[in-house]
């Protein structure tokens, strides 16, 4: 079984800053991308940013230059730095990994419970 934890949502002003982390945890072989998604009400899940297990990371347009994605493989944990936060960046954010339990196992998509970010004007 493998549960992906998300913390440090909450309530910020517009031009705040706040950190998200994402830890995988249970039986898991390896991680291959890691990455974060936002949904607003009645709206498809849309891609914020993600990272290789290279390393390597995109970014959607609209968080270019304010965010910042980056990974800790010993604690298999993703994290999420926010920085220049409008409200329009106000949503529930859901981290994602593509995880193998075993050497012969196939990768499989994990998602976590999501946390709320609130940004105020």
């Known amino acids: 079984q493998v549960q992906l934890v998300e913390s440090g949502g909450g309530l910020v002003q517009a031009g705040g800053s706040l950190r998200l982390s994402c830890a995988a945890s249970?039986?898991?072989?390896?991680?291959?991308?890691m990455g974060w998604y936002r949904q607003d009400p009645g709206k498809q899940r849309e891609l914020v940013a993600s990272?290789?297990?290279?390393?390597?990371?995109h970014y959607a347009d609209s968080v270019k230059g304010r965010f910042t994605i980056s990974r800790d493989n010993a604690k298999n944990t993703v994290y999420l730095q926010m920085n220049s936060l409008k409200p329009e960046d106000t949503v529930v954010y859901y981290c994602?990994?593509?995880?193998?339990?075993?050497?012969?196992?196939?990768?499989?998509?994990?998602w976590g419970q999501g946390t709320q970010v609130t940004v105020s004007s």
């Open positions: 994602n990994a593509l995880i193998r339990t075993t050497r012969w196992d196939m990768t499989h998509t994990y």
């Open positions: 249970g039986s898991i072989f390896s991680i291959n991308g």
């Open positions: 990272i290789g297990s290279d390393g390597s990371t």
